[in-house]
């Protein structure tokens, strides 16, 4: 992955979607590689689509180099795609506390990469919600 990274090729991999559970195939167009806590994330673009996308390094079930011609992006700069939030990087210095209800999807992203070193999520008795209490993050 980071071989295609810096030599600029495409990846035709297979990806484990979180939510629905389901393998999907892409071609990728790697663009950076960023680590968040213990997750690392391939930014790259998707097919022929512009947009650049996350992609946790786990989930990932295959990997192989694509015949597909690889599609540069020199506009795309990784500090600005962080910096604009797609990471959800602190932004402010002083520390919140905050208390949710998020639903099952939120609870499973949040419980791979937690928003402070002191949070608590637990199912709550309603509808297959869960409670969510953070401190320290921005």
């Known amino acids: ?9 495409s990846l035709d991999v297979e990806y484990q979607n979180r939510v629905k559970n389901e393998l999907k195939s ?3 167009h790697p663009l950076g590689l960023v680590n968040r806590d213990s997750i690392s994330y391939l930014i790259a673009t998707v097919n022929e689509y ?10 990932f079930r295959s990997i192989n180099p694509s015949a597909s011609v690889y599609r540069p ?3 795309f700069d990784l500090q600005v795609f962080i910096d ?3 990471f959800g990087f602190p932004v402010q210095q002083s520390p919140v506390q905050l208390r949710a209800r998020v639903s099952k999807e939120i609870a499973l992203t949040l419980s791979e990469t937690a928003l402070s ?9 309603q509808d297959g919600w869960f409670n969510l209490e ?5």
């Open 1 to 9: 992955m980071t071989d295609a990274l810096l030599s600029e090729y």
């Open 26 to 28: 892409y071609t990728l």
């Open 50 to 59: 512009e947009t650049p996308l996350m992609f946790a390094l786990h989930r």
């Open 73 to 75: 992006n020199p506009q």
């Open 84 to 86: 604009q939030g797609a």
């Open 117 to 125: 070193i002191e949070q608590r999520l637990w199912p709550s008795e």
């Open 134 to 138: 953070a401190y320290g993050c921005a």
